[in-house]
């Protein structure tokens, strides 16, 4: 550049370039839509998929890049996509792999949003779906037909907390793929065992779905999802239906993840054993009917989880009354101090929230008719926790 370009030209095309062989523990933000290429050559020809270029910011930064790397890491897998929500992952999943006469088979207890984008998008676009009782692998089983070619699985299961026997359930796919000439994919949503309290491609699914808005980030601030394989052509075909799609994630949101991720197993940790005690206490408590907690041994697949988990997510639901009515739950949600109405979960704030879980049933049985309120552990201290509930249980007995 000439010395006697204008002020513009020059701030912006400045050739100062700071010395190489900066480390600090925090890896560096990127940003980027535009990549600059040395020379139109390498515009042509450099290749982003195998992260071995940069080409495009919505194909990846260095700062993306390196987010995927560590949570492959966390999951056990070989490779891993940023997407901008765990709802964007379970999404993204289902298009790139189900097309027009296809089907999906959902577990009745699945996160409440990947139910309805089966029910309204894939159903616009001429795709499928069924639910199977995530405790019955003969279920499962039984609702295969020809046109099924993705499983989803959720362990724990959304709200109720059923942890279903993933390898009985993965090995009914493996199974009927002997005599398929188009296999069945099986997909699990991670976000809550996070690749902490199990590895999931261990017990034999094909893709990892983790909501980072979750535990990685910890933050309460931030949404993300991730879509990890361990299988090159799966992860291929998936990646290329996120470029399709244009779904990237932004540098300071990844930022955010980054820093939660290393303190990820010492809060999984933490949160879970606070969730153990107060769920422990839980039961028994006035109006309550059942507690539900995989490490509760009368909660459904307390032996799956056992033999498969080394540890629990930060959440368990209370089953209340039936003589109690939605309006007085609500009161006694309102009355809590610490535990705040809200959705998501993993984060500093505990919070609380009610359903109806009745008509949410599709393939299984639900067994009460009280209002259930699930609770989410922060990072509060145990005995302003209990101490909460206790004053919250004490004014709905007197209600
Ligand atoms: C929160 C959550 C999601 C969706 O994550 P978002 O980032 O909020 O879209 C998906 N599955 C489960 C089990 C979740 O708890």
């Excluded at 990890?228 to 955010?256: F, K, P, S, Y």
């Excluded at 500093?348 to 067994?367: K, T």
Aim: hydrophobic share 45%; charged share 20%; aromatic share 8%.
């Amino acid at each position: 550049m000439s010395a006697d370009a204008h002020l513009s030209t020059r701030l912006i095309h400045h050739p100062y370039r700071p010395p190489e062989g900066f480390e600090a523990v925090a890896p560096g933000v990127h940003k980027a839509s535009t990549v600059i290429f040395p020379d139109v050559q390498a515009l042509h020809t450099r290749d982003w998929k195998d992260k071995s270029g940069y080409t495009y910011g919505l194909h990846g930064t260095p700062t993306t890049f390196t987010l995927e790397e560590r949570i492959a890491t966390l999951e056990g897998g070989q490779h891993c996509m940023l997407v901008p929500s765990g709802l964007a992952g379970i999404s993204l999943v289902d298009m790139a792999l189900l097309k027009q006469g296809d089907e999906v088979l959902l577990p009745d207890n699945v996160y409440g949003p990947s139910k309805h984008f089966a029910q309204v998008e894939l159903a616009h676009w001429g795709i499928g779906h069924r639910f199977y009782d995530p405790m019955d692998p003969a279920d499962l089983a039984a609702q295969l037909t020809p046109a099924t070619r993705l499983v989803w699985l959720e362990a724990a299961g959304s709200v109720t907390l059923e942890f279903p026997d993933l390898p009985a359930l993965t090995a009914v796919i493996r199974a009927a793929n002997a005599g398929r000439e188009r296999p069945i994919v099986t997909a699990l949503d991670n976000t809550w065992g996070a690749g902490v309290a199990f590895s999931p491609f261990d017990l034999g699914v094909d893709v990892s779905m983790q909501a980072l808005t979750k535990y990685p980030s910890g933050g309460a601030d931030v949404l993300m999802g991730s879509v990890v394989t361990r299988d090159e052509a799966l992860h291929r075909q998936i990646l290329l239906t996120r470029m399709r799609l244009g779904l990237g994630v932004g540098a300071n949101d990844v930022e955010l993840v980054l820093r939660g991720l290393p303190s990820i197993a010492v809060r999984y940790a933490a949160q879970d054993a606070v969730t153990r005690e107060l769920a422990r206490w839980m039961v028994g408590q006035p109006g309550v009917v059942r507690v539900l907690h995989p490490a509760l041994p009368d909660s459904p697949g307390h032996a799956a989880w056992l033999r498969d988990a080394t540890g629990a997510a930060c959440l368990f639901s209370a089953v209340f009354d039936e003589r109690r009515t939605p309006a007085q739950i609500d009161a006694f949600c309102d009355s809590l101090r610490l535990f705040r109405p809200g959705w998501s979960w993993a984060g500093p704030i505990s919070l609380c929230a009610p359903y109806q879980v009745a008509g949410m049933r599709p393939a299984s049985r639900w067994p009460y008719r009280g209002t259930l309120v699930r609770f989410a552990i922060g990072l509060e201290a145990v005995e302003d926790l209990r101490a909460d509930l206790a004053q919250g249980l004490a004014t709905l007995a007197a209600a």
